[in-house]
């Protein structure tokens, strides 16, 4: 759960994900849905573990995953479930008060990011506590799992997406599709896309697209060349 970017709109907000995996590590063909304390929300499933990585509530808010905090960790097995389901906790009843309340101790190290139109928040999940952050969300943000990839290639990823972005009038969800998963550039050059030298892969990229008073979400199972797309309009 890997590369994260998030630009801001007019009325809301583009959230773009590529979840690099091991490929046997299998996903749910299409975009679950459930009904949460406040309404319905969605998300393509992982298969092995039950929870998620990205997923959008009809209310507007999303959420999406990364592996590892702000700090280094070794690995302490068992953990107490998959940090997977942490999204599913919030996305069931998405209140950002009392979700600031929950005790993830015992879960591996994560980072997540929360957001509604005109909302933007991060949590930093590490061994030895957790870090809150209110950000700016009228900024675009970029962010590279800090369990999987060295400093230096989060920031070349981290410097590309800036100038990327410098260069485009006005990027668009397709845009960002298209520079999520350019195979052009290697993960040192500032590419997302992993290639066929690495035992992780690209298994998939999800989007969420919030303009005015509705949403598009996007979910591509790329390994096996599924698409699924669910639109609604903000409760």
């Given at each position: 759960m890997?590369?994260?970017?998030y630009?801001?709109?007019a009325?809301?907000?583009?959230?773009?994900?590529?979840?690099?995996?091991?490929p046997?590590?299998?996903?749910?063909?299409r975009?679950?849905?459930?009904?949460g304390?406040r309404?319905?929300?969605?998300f393509p499933?992982?298969?092995?573990?039950?929870?998620?990585?990205?997923?959008?509530?009809?209310?507007?808010?999303?959420?999406?995953?990364?592996?590892?905090?702000?700090v280094?960790?070794?690995?302490?097995?068992?953990?107490?479930?998959?940090?997977?389901?942490?999204?599913?906790?919030f996305?069931?009843?998405?209140?950002i008060d009392?979700?600031?309340?929950?005790?993830?101790?015992?879960?591996?190290?994560?980072?997540?990011?929360?957001?509604?139109?005109?909302?933007?928040?991060q949590l930093?999940?590490?061994?030895?506590?957790?870090?809150w952050?209110?950000?700016?969300?009228t900024q675009?943000?970029?962010?590279?799992s800090?369990?999987?990839?060295?400093?230096?290639?989060?920031?070349?990823?981290?410097?590309?997406f800036?100038?990327w972005?410098?260069?485009q009038?006005?990027?668009?969800a397709?845009d960002l599709?298209q520079?999520?998963?350019d195979?052009?550039?290697?993960?040192?050059?500032?590419?997302?896309?992993?290639?066929?030298?690495?035992?992780?892969?690209?298994v998939?990229?999800?989007?969420?697209?919030?303009?005015?008073s509705?949403i598009?979400?996007?979910?591509?199972y790329?390994?096996?060349g599924?698409?699924?797309?669910?639109?609604?309009?903000?409760r």
């Amino acid at each position: 759960m890997c590369s994260l970017s998030y630009i801001p709109q007019a009325e809301g907000y583009i959230l773009s994900h590529n979840r690099d995996e091991l490929p046997n590590r299998e996903s749910s063909s299409r975009i679950i849905d459930e009904d949460g304390l406040r309404g319905k929300f969605h998300f393509p499933q992982d298969l092995k573990a039950g929870g998620t990585w990205m997923g959008a509530h009809e209310s507007g808010w999303s959420a999406c995953l990364l592996n590892g905090g702000s700090v280094p960790y070794l690995r302490k097995l068992p953990y107490r479930h998959s940090r997977g389901k942490v999204l599913i906790d919030f996305l069931e009843d998405p209140n950002i008060d009392a979700f600031q309340r929950i005790d993830y101790q015992g879960v591996e190290p994560f980072t997540l990011i929360l957001s509604k139109a005109g909302e933007l928040w991060q949590l930093e999940h590490n061994p030895d506590g957790d870090i809150w952050n209110r950000l700016d969300p009228t900024q675009s943000h970029f962010w590279s799992s800090t369990k999987l990839y060295h400093s230096n290639i989060r920031e070349a990823r981290k410097y590309r997406f800036e100038q990327w972005l410098h260069q485009q009038k006005l990027a668009k969800a397709s845009d960002l599709r298209q520079f999520h998963l350019d195979p052009q550039r290697s993960p040192r050059e500032g590419g997302l896309l992993l290639g066929p030298n690495f035992p992780l892969k690209t298994v998939s990229f999800c989007q969420v697209n919030h303009q005015g008073s509705e949403i598009q979400f996007q979910y591509d199972y790329l390994l096996k060349g599924l698409s699924d797309q669910i639109n609604w309009p903000i409760r």
